[in-house]
């Protein structure tokens, strides 16, 4: 039996401190999707075995012990009411029978009809490969969301901690008349309104935590921390279309399609078969025992048969222009698929440069948020800044910090994304 090979990076971590690649690993290992998809392929292996079959001569061997007793000898009847024969007299007989049957020419069917099996079972694999991908960047995308989630999580917290540390210092800003109720409010609803985008990202947290454990099957308390995507930058990638499993996937199907098509012609020849059967026979008038001593030799006969089927209500006429617009399909998708990927390296790569940008500029903002936030610390140790203001930098600059994580993890992701794609290391081989 083929099977089926994915190769991918994996990185030896525990599960309590979950990574990309280990998850990924123990999802292949048990997902009930791609076990699933497994069977289906099962069941096209056996219809190859099945259309094989005939190549081969069918054999059959039938045997036969039989009473018969005729009740009124003296009476008269005919021989048969209809396509069952009446008895004629008392005996017991035994019969033995070998026969066989061979298609010695269909003009190509078996032929055609064995390539195309052939073609949709490696097609079959290669939609495996595909639906393997899918998965896993299914797996990434969730994953990668979830990894912001806790970022967004772990920095909302620091922030709601030093806005309490604002409202704590305005309170007694107010109580010594010098900043007036109105300010200490503002600062008291920054701190509710964190409290609820905190709540919003914990809900959100939860959901991807969720739909991670439902398609890796691992437990959710195996997901309270999410290591950054492990990026090989030094990869192999695919540079055109026909190194890609959807190309060979594609060619495989075009190839079924063209086998088919050639298949329903057949269907406007004869088919000439070779026939056999070799007879034995015993019968006596009273015992069954004594039937089979006498069984012997009784005849044979074998011959070559014709069958043509001259007219079936334009079946195989029909059945010829379903081919047809069926290999038509094929072939345009095997066109659309070609731009499609062409598109997708495109888009890829501007997106990569379009978040390295990004990076960049809010890389040099996270360097001038710190900066500034330790010239306030200075300031402030000297009187020339109030406690205040310090605090509102430091906040500045945990949100500019977020915003630097949150790109690169999406960075991240584009890179894993265009490795599981068009990585060479990721291809999935057919054995």
């Not at 010695?104 to 991908?133: M, V």
């Not at 709540?199 to 454990?213: S, V, W």
């Not at 020849?269 to 004594?290: A, C, E, N, V």
Request: glycine content about 2%; some cysteine; aromatic content about 10%.
């Amino acid at each position: 039996m083929k099977k089926l090979l994915f190769y991918i990076f994996i990185l030896l971590a525990d599960l309590s401190a979950t990574n990309f690649e280990s998850l990924a690993k123990y999802t292949l290992e048990n997902s009930l999707e791609l076990k699933k998809l497994l069977l289906e392929t099962k069941i096209i292996e056996k219809q190859l075995e099945l259309v094989s079959s005939s190549f081969y001569p069918t054999i059959k061997l039938e045997a036969n012990i039989q009473h018969s007793k005729k009740i009124n000898d003296s009476s008269t009847a005919p021989s048969n009411i209809w396509n069952d024969s009446l008895t004629q007299s008392s005996f017991s007989q035994s019969s033995l029978s070998i026969a066989f049957s061979y298609d010695l020419f269909r003009f190509g069917g078996s032929y055609y009809e064995l390539k195309s099996k052939q073609a949709e079972l490696i097609a079959r694999n290669y939609e495996e490969c595909e639906e393997i991908k899918k998965l896993l960047l299914r797996l990434l995308d969730i994953y990668s969301q979830a990894r912001i989630s806790q970022l967004e999580k772990k920095y909302s917290e620091k922030i709601n901690n030093l806005y309490i540390k604002i409202y704590d210092y305005s309170q007694r800003l107010n109580k010594s008349g010098l900043l007036s109720k109105t300010i200490e409010n503002n600062y008291a609803k920054n701190i509710a309104d964190n409290l609820v985008n905190i709540q919003k990202i914990n809900e959100n947290l939860q959901k991807y935590i969720e739909e991670l454990a439902s398609i890796s099957t691992i437990s959710k308390s195996k997901f309270k921390s999410l290591e950054p995507l492990f990026i090989e930058h030094k990869m192999n990638y695919v540079n055109k279309f026909e190194q890609t499993q959807t190309y060979k996937k594609l060619i495989n199907i075009i190839t079924q399609k063209e086998a088919d098509l050639k298949l329903a012609s057949t269907k406007y020849f004869p088919t000439i078969s070779l026939y056999g059967k070799y007879d034995f026979y015993g019968q006596d008038k009273h015992h069954f025992k004594d039937s089979i001593k006498d069984i012997g030799r009784n005849s044979y006969r074998i011959g070559v048969g014709f069958s043509w089927i001259l007219f079936d209500g334009f079946k195989t006429s029909s059945l010829n222009d379903v081919s047809s617009l069926e290999l038509q399909i094929a072939q345009l998708d095997l066109k659309n698929a070609k731009e499609k990927f062409e598109k997708d390296i495109k888009v890829f790569q501007n997106e990569i440069d379009a978040r390295k940008k990004m990076f960049l500029h809010v890389s040099s903002s996270k360097e001038l948020s710190l900066n500034t936030s330790i010239m306030s610390s200075k300031l402030f140790k000297s009187g020339q800044l109030d406690k205040i203001n310090t605090i509102q930098t430091q906040i500045q600059t945990l949100q500019t910090d977020l915003e630097r994580l949150k790109i690169q993890e999406n960075l991240n992701k584009t890179y894993k994304a265009q490795e599981i794609k068009y990585a060479k290391d990721y291809i999935c081989k057919v054995h």
